[in-house]
């Protein structure tokens, strides 16, 4: 009988720290990372550079079950995550604020959510996978052994998200930030289909008040006591 292949899920809002802590974890553990937010993202970049309206959600199914996309760690806290469309990095592309709010719209669409369910389980592989989003726990990955949702107020996140943008030396203000943030939050937390809130057996973790090393042990002590 093949041994099950262990799933940690990390589900939460954006700016919560949930791309820092799921790439160490995976490093840490030797896992297979799956960024699902990322896959939203990939198919509005698609969209855009093939003309494909929003609107279209025929061609935006399509569009999506023909994408090659992977994901690497890079070992760096500031950018943990390499995003590879047909071996083109979009990491950075990926990371604008535009790609952010496409995503938000596009995650809305049931038909195009089922299409890539087949995907992001693709990506369950041994030795085992960390699942990035904010439906890992509650839909795509029922079963996972470990389920944690990382939160934090949107007031810090909008705060992080700023110093980000500007020691990239991203002109940006933090009142727009916040704004975007609430806004997201709210089209994500009132969605019909799969709406971002913690799975019932989901450990939930604030993030507003520690730093990136606290919240890793804090995960990491949950993740060695459910998969012991």
């Known amino acids: 009988m093949a041994k099950p292949i262990p799933v940690i899920a990390i589900d939460g809002p954006s700016g919560a720290g949930k ?56 070992g760096d806290p500031e950018n943990p995550l390499s995003i590879r469309l047909a071996n083109e990095d979009v990491t950075r592309e990926l990371r604008a604020d535009e790609a952010g709010v496409d995503a938000s719209k596009i995650a809305t669409i049931g038909e195009l959510r089922d299409a890539i369910r087949g995907l992001q389980r693709s990506f369950k592989q041994p030795p085992g996978l960390v699942a990035d989003g904010r439906d890992m726990g509650t839909v795509v990955f029922q079963e996972a052994e470990v389920k944690i949702f990382l939160t934090a107020s949107p007031e810090a996140r909008a705060e992080r998200r700023y110093k ?16 975007s943030i609430h806004e997201r939050d709210k ?42």
């Open 19 to 74: 791309g820092v802590i799921t790439q160490r974890l995976a490093m840490f553990q030797g896992y297979n990372i799956l960024d699902s937010g990322a896959l939203y993202r990939l198919i509005g970049l698609a969209a855009r550079r093939e003309g494909v309206d929003f609107g279209n959600r025929p061609k935006l199914v399509k569009l999506a079950q023909g994408l090659d996309i992977s994901f690497f760690g890079t």
């Open 164 to 179: 980000q943008l500007k020691d990239k030396g991203i002109d940006v203000t933090l009142s727009a930030l916040s704004l």
């Open 187 to 228: 089209r994500d937390m009132g969605r019909e289909i799969a709406p971002l809130e913690p799975s019932t057996d989901a450990v939930i973790i604030d993030s507003s008040a520690m730093t990136i090393d606290q919240v890793f042990y804090r995960v990491l002590a949950v993740v060695e006591e459910r998969l012991d």
